[in-house]
Nanobody, 122 residues
Framework: QVQLVESGGGLVQAGGSLRLSCAAS????????MGWFRQAPGKEREFVAA????????YYADSVKGRFTISRDNAKNTVYLQMNSLKPEDTAVYYC???????????????WGQGTQVTVSS
C-alpha cells in the first residue's frame, strides 16, 4: 500500500512557475513508477509526466515538454513536478499516482493522491 499526498498548487500568472510535491508513505517507494496527471473541468484525466524507479528515465506529454520537469528523491519518498512558463491551459487539478509498472494511461495506476488545484491566470 502506498499513500500519496500532493502539495504546492495555487494561483499563478501566465509565465510563472510552481513546484508540486507528492509525499508518499508506505513501503518500497523506490519500487514504484511515479506519475503526474491532470484533469480540467469537463475534460478527461490526462498524462503529464512519469519517472521510473531510479529516476533515470522520465517521460512527458508533448504539451508540457520543455516546460515541466519531474524528479524524485527516494530518500525522502517524494516526487516533484517543477512547472515553468505556465499557460492558462495548464489550469487543472493535478494528481500524483504510483504503480509498480506505470504508463501514460491513468487507469493503469493503482494509487492516487487527492489532487491539488493549479490555476494559471492570463
Amino acid at each position: 500500500q502506498v499513500q500519496l499526498v500532493e502539495s504546492g498548487g495555487g494561483l499563478v500568472q501566465a509565465g510563472g512557475s510552481l513546484r508540486l510535491s507528492c509525499a508518499a508513505s508506505g513501503r518500497a517507494f523506490s519500487s514504484y513508477v511515479m506519475g503526474w496527471f491532470r484533469q480540467a473541468p469537463g475534460k478527461e484525466r490526462e498524462f503529464v509526466a512519469a519517472i521510473l524507479w531510479s529516476g533515470g528515465s522520465t517521460y512527458y506529454a508533448d504539451s508540457v515538454k520543455g516546460r515541466f520537469t519531474i524528479s524524485r528523491d527516494n530518500a525522502k519518498n517524494t516526487v516533484y513536478l517543477q512547472m515553468n512558463s505556465l499557460k492558462p491551459e495548464d489550469t487543472a487539478v493535478y494528481y500524483c499516482a504510483a504503480d509498480l509498472h506505470g504508463s501514460e494511461v491513468w487507469y493503469e495506476y493503482d494509487y492516487w493522491g487527492q489532487g491539488t488545484q493549479v490555476t494559471v491566470s492570463s
